[in-house]
């Protein structure tokens, strides 16, 4: 991050580190219970569950450098994941078949992206307010009240 902005090869590359782990986690989960049948699904679909969603938060978060964009998104990911899981592993979607936990679940990921996509309306409402008030606004004053929602430093 040369900037500090969430720009440059450090980002790329978490974000590339941080999608991979999360594919290769989902894909050798599924191989697993393919392959042994489905036994022992509970420990593949735990440990699979949790590496997604700590490897696209973490990798999300280095990116962007914001907090709501790497919860968004591991919340998302990790919902995914377990309904893949709930197509795929006969065993696993009777267990949760009617499960309030499954309900709860599904209802916080829809509050969560419906929070993010709010909040991405705020910030985009207050940085045109923010920056519109200076008489010349830089990219790095754009950039800055993106990332902390502050009002730029008026120039003298």
Not at 95 to 122: P, Y
Not at 129 to 156: G, N
Request: hydrophobic content about 55%.
């Amino acid at each position: 991050m040369a900037n500090g902005n969430g720009d440059g090869l450090h980002s790329k590359t978490a974000l590339a580190w941080s999608s991979g782990c999360c594919a290769v986690a989902a894909v050798a989960g599924h191989l697993a219970l393919f392959w042994s049948e489905g036994a022992g699904w509970r420990t593949v679909v735990g440990a699979v569950t949790v590496i997604v969603a700590l490897a696209s938060f973490a990798g999300l978060y280095v990116a962007s450098q914001r907090a709501r964009i790497a919860i968004a998104s591991s919340f998302l990911l990790t919902f995914l994941v377990v309904f893949s899981y709930v197509l795929t592993v006969d065993k696993f979607a009777a267990l949760i078949k009617g499960n309030m936990l499954v309900d709860d679940f599904r209802n916080i990921v829809t509050v969560i992206i419906g929070f993010f996509f709010g909040s991405e309306a705020a910030v985009a409402v207050t940085k045109t307010f923010s920056t519109s008030r200076l008489k010349e606004s830089t990219p790095q004053d754009v950039r800055r009240a993106d990332r902390d929602l502050a009002v730029p430093v008026k120039r003298i």
